[in-house]
């Protein structure tokens, strides 16, 4: 079984799972690589993964069979088991704190096609993947014993991609993560001095800046002044709300609309395409939070962390966010180029969904 360890100088917190390393690969050494792997994420090959946790079907079709559209399964080899999370208790002589690595470790299958993009997937396909997301982070929010979710994207070898088909991975663990208390205690230390939501701010000022990269009527995206890779971008949505949980059927449809463009840009500046894609929000089972706002972080694998990234936690980025911002500026002004892709990589045609 896994455990959760907690550094005992620095408070973070740490997974020690062996079972990772039995992972299935597309991206080994050429030579070693065995010709027609079967794609365990593929229709038609549902027994190759757990059963069902959630899954939007065909009518009349099966469970943990074809004819579906969107499945949320275990994953297979979790970072994090699911069970009663039980207290981190010390260890030894209190210096070092570990405890049962438990929590839920979930993979989102996008599509039943061989796609390896969302950019592949048609628009009434990508907001079936938001409804589920949405759906998945509101089942979680009264699981007894979780603090946080985290629901992230790899895409490409470059960014720890270990299966090219489309899909996303959900981990919820009994603690809030190191990175995500600091960017809480952030913004809660700028709202007590200015009155005002740090994330609201940078929507005013970010949009309209040489950094701004798309502004929709719900959703503004736009390369973040200290940015730390290459193309990085974060899409907030306009309304203040610190859950993603709470994102309405409206803004689901605009994010629909704005994230495919956001990451075919960066598809098209980061060659070859490889970006780890992250969602960030509040804590679960708390209250509505003043001082902090959901968001999307899309970060490039443009360049990899070395010495001095490691040994100093600070992060060298060779792209300017302005230059970066006008690069994918320039790429989204050519809609027919990006349509024509879309339609080209999109082999076919999704009837329209209805909002739950």
Same mark, same amino acid.
Request: with cysteine; proline share 9%.
């Given at each position: 079984?896994?455990?959760?360890? @907690?550094?005992?100088?620095?408070?973070?917190?740490?997974?020690?799972?062996?079972?990772?390393?039995?992972?299935?690969?597309? +991206?080994?050494?050429?030579?070693?690589? /065995?010709? &027609?792997?079967?794609?365990?994420?593929?229709?038609?090959?549902? /027994?190759?993964?757990?059963?069902?946790?959630?899954?939007?079907?065909?009518?009349?079709?099966? =469970?943990?069979?074809?004819?579906? @559209?969107?499945?949320?399964?275990?994953? @297979? +080899?979790?970072?994090?088991?699911?069970?009663?999370?039980?207290?981190? *208790?010390?260890?030894?002589?209190?210096?070092? %704190?570990?405890?049962?690595?438990? &929590?839920?470790? #979930?993979?989102?299958?996008?599509?039943?096609?061989?796609?390896?993009?969302?950019?592949?997937? *048609?628009?009434?396909?990508?907001?079936?993947?938001?409804?589920?997301?949405?759906?998945?982070? %509101?089942?979680?929010?009264?699981?007894?014993?979780?603090?946080?979710?985290?629901?992230? @994207?790899?895409?490409?070898?470059?960014?720890?991609?270990?299966? #090219?088909?489309?899909?996303?991975?959900?981990?919820?663990?009994?603690?809030?993560? *190191?990175?995500?208390?600091?960017?809480?205690?952030?913004?809660?230390?700028?709202?007590?001095?200015?009155?005002?939501?740090?994330?609201?701010?940078?929507?005013?000022?970010?949009?309209?800046? =040489?950094?701004?990269?798309?502004?929709?009527?719900?959703?503004?995206?736009?390369?973040?002044?200290?940015?730390?890779?290459?193309?990085?971008?974060?899409?907030?949505?306009?309304?203040?709300?610190?859950?993603?949980?709470?994102?309405?059927?409206?803004?689901?449809?605009?994010?629909?609309?704005?994230?495919?463009?956001?990451?075919?840009?960066?598809?098209?500046?980061?060659?070859?395409?490889?970006?780890?894609?992250?969602?960030?929000?509040?804590?679960?089972?708390?209250?509505?939070?003043?001082?902090?706002?959901?968001?999307?972080?899309?970060?490039?694998?443009?360049?990899?962390?070395?010495?001095? #990234?490691?040994?100093?936690?600070?992060?060298?980025?060779?792209?300017?966010?302005?230059?970066?911002? %006008?690069?994918?500026?320039?790429?989204?002004?050519? =809609?027919?180029? +990006?349509?024509? #892709? /879309?339609?080209?990589?999109?082999?076919?045609?999704?009837?329209?969904?209805?909002?739950?």
């Amino acid at each position: 079984m896994p455990e959760l360890r @907690k550094d005992p100088v620095v408070d973070r917190w740490v997974i020690i799972a062996d079972n990772r390393g039995r992972r299935p690969q597309d +991206f080994e050494i050429a030579p070693r690589r /065995s010709a &027609g792997r079967l794609c365990p994420f593929c229709e038609g090959n549902e /027994s190759e993964t757990p059963g069902e946790v959630l899954c939007v079907r065909e009518p009349h079709s099966s =469970p943990n069979g074809p004819g579906w @559209k969107i499945r949320v399964v275990p994953n @297979k +080899f979790p970072a994090v088991w699911e069970a009663e999370c039980g207290e981190i *208790t010390d260890r030894d002589d209190g210096l070092h %704190q570990a405890g049962p690595g438990q &929590g839920i470790h #979930e993979v989102i299958i996008e599509s039943p096609r061989h796609v390896s993009s969302l950019t592949q997937l *048609t628009g009434d396909e990508i907001i079936l993947v938001l409804q589920t997301y949405r759906r998945r982070f %509101q089942a979680l929010e009264s699981h007894p014993g979780l603090s946080s979710v985290m629901l992230f @994207k790899n895409m490409g070898a470059e960014a720890g991609a270990s299966l #090219e088909h489309v899909h996303s991975q959900l981990i919820a663990l009994p603690m809030i993560p *190191t990175l995500q208390a600091a960017e809480l205690q952030g913004a809660k230390a700028r709202f007590d001095a200015s009155g005002r939501c740090v994330f609201c701010r940078m929507l005013r000022s970010e949009g309209v800046s =040489p950094r701004g990269v798309l502004v929709s009527d719900r959703f503004t995206a736009f390369c973040p002044f200290a940015s730390r890779f290459g193309y990085e971008t974060w899409i907030l949505p306009n309304r203040h709300a610190s859950h993603f949980s709470a994102i309405t059927d409206d803004e689901i449809r605009d994010l629909a609309d704005v994230l495919p463009k956001v990451l075919k840009a960066v598809e098209t500046a980061v060659r070859p395409p490889a970006y780890n894609l992250v969602f960030h929000t509040a804590p679960l089972g708390g209250p509505p939070l003043e001082h902090y706002h959901w968001h999307i972080e899309v970060l490039p694998a443009f360049a990899r962390a070395a010495g001095f #990234e490691w040994g100093s936690g600070f992060h060298i980025n060779p792209v300017y966010p302005e230059q970066a911002a %006008q690069e994918l500026r320039q790429t989204l002004a050519r =809609p027919s180029k +990006f349509e024509d #892709e /879309s339609i080209r990589q999109t082999e076919v045609t999704s009837e329209r969904l209805p909002m739950p």
